[in-house]
């Protein structure tokens, strides 16, 4: 029998972010093909298809187990530290709930975010490093990996900084260089994420590399930015990107809300391909219960389910009841796939509505009444609303806000980077949360574990 090698990609942290992270060949024989995106340092870089196999192996590792930012815990923890879900089950989860974050949750914070993004960091470096000494690779490849690799990097870190706050700006694969690296302003790494962003823009071509979705391309990278620039408050640029993802005809809003999240929906813009042969998506095997009588795991806050307007299909088609013990209880829906080998789902990265609200955002504040309002409604008249009625720009601020909170809860964190980059936290999660929310708790803290690798780093108030 045929004998083949698995090669495994290890990851080894230490002195702060990492001692050292490698592409590793220990050899394991085992009775299936090697997959065609496993990473390995054996045959990285010896040609297109091996390069290629490279970047893509970062994605398949982002989604190849449960534990990570990448695959939904984003959606579900930062879902929790605002105001949009809860756990059912009383654990360390209410310490997110609450924002009351004590040593108990450290290691899961630095294995769940800190450790993944680095990880991806790490070798989204590595590519950059290989691809850039490299020979022997043809022109339009170098320049796709390396527009991938950077839209990867500029991914990891935007989460990075905006869950931790200051974090150290990792560029190279050098330990000597990085073993001990303070922490970096937040200026100065959303200046390398538009940096990053603006040159993948540049690298990739209009064509996805796939026939599917599931690699970036240059409005991937356009789409990335627009938010980036919107929370930057760089309005005019956030106009500016989100505009060229809305009139490039590529893009179209699915009519239909249960179609917004299937593998071939036109609204994608960017989305991960599930790796586990049992799952389609892991956030639809979290939260979508198993049966009757399992016990519920991340629901919706009552705050937000009673906050949908009568009439709004998205509480129809993107929210889910059951009684368990007596009580209605709400979960959320938008992907409706718990277990099963055949896969209809992708998960959803980056899609066409967000940019929609980006342009109305960036209008309003740019005293564009009308314009503000075109978007807006866009979104609510899909969602089966009416036209807003409201009519001037502290209005249509507030109703930008309502409509991004209903349209993108329990996705990627927005509710939770909304309320901290629009100052709204302390007045809304104050007002929830009067006993326990404090405003430090904006940030989650640096995972003690790292500052205890690197003296450099230091804590975030209030921890």
Known sequence: MKKNYLFIYKILFQAGIFISIFFSSCKKFVEVPLPNDQLSSEFVFTNDNSAIQSITGIYSEMMNNQSQFSDGLTSMFAGMAADELYYYTAGFRDEFVNNQLSSINHSNLESYFWNPCYRYIYAANKCIEEVEGSGKLSQPVKQMVLGEAKFIR???????INLFGDVPLILSTDYHTTQSIPRTSLDNVYN??????????????????TAERTRPNKFSATGLLARVYLYKKDWSNAEISANAIITAGIYSLNNNLNEVFLINSNETIFQLRPVNPTRNTWEGSYIIPSSNSSTPTFLITGTLI???????????????????????????????????SVVTEYY???RLAEQY????????QQNNITGALSDLNV???????????????NEIVAAIEQE??????AEWGHRWFDLKRTDRANTILGSLKPITWQPTDLLWPIPQGQINLNSSLTQNPGY
Not at 154 to 160: D, K, P, S
Not at 357 to 364: C, G, K, N, S, T
Not at 404 to 409: A, G, I, K, Q
């Open 357 to 364: 609200l980006i342009r109305a955002e960036a209008r309003i």
């Open 306 to 340: 009673n906050n949908f307007e009568t009439g709004d299909q998205r509480k129809v088609s993107w929210t889910k009841s059951r009684v368990f013990s007596g009580q209605t209880l709400y979960y959320p829906f938008k992907y409706k796939v718990r277990i099963g």
């Open 348 to 350: 959803v990265v980056l």
């Open 404 to 409: 991004r909170r209903m349209e993108l809860f």
């Open 154 to 160: 500029a991914f990891c870190y935007f989460h990075l």
């Open 379 to 393: 979104i609510r008249i899909r969602a089966g609303l009416p036209n807003t009625l409201a009519t001037s720009v």
């Open 192 to 209: 390398k994420i538009v940096e990053d962003l603006k040159d993948a823009q540049i690298k990739l071509q209009i064509s996805y590399p």
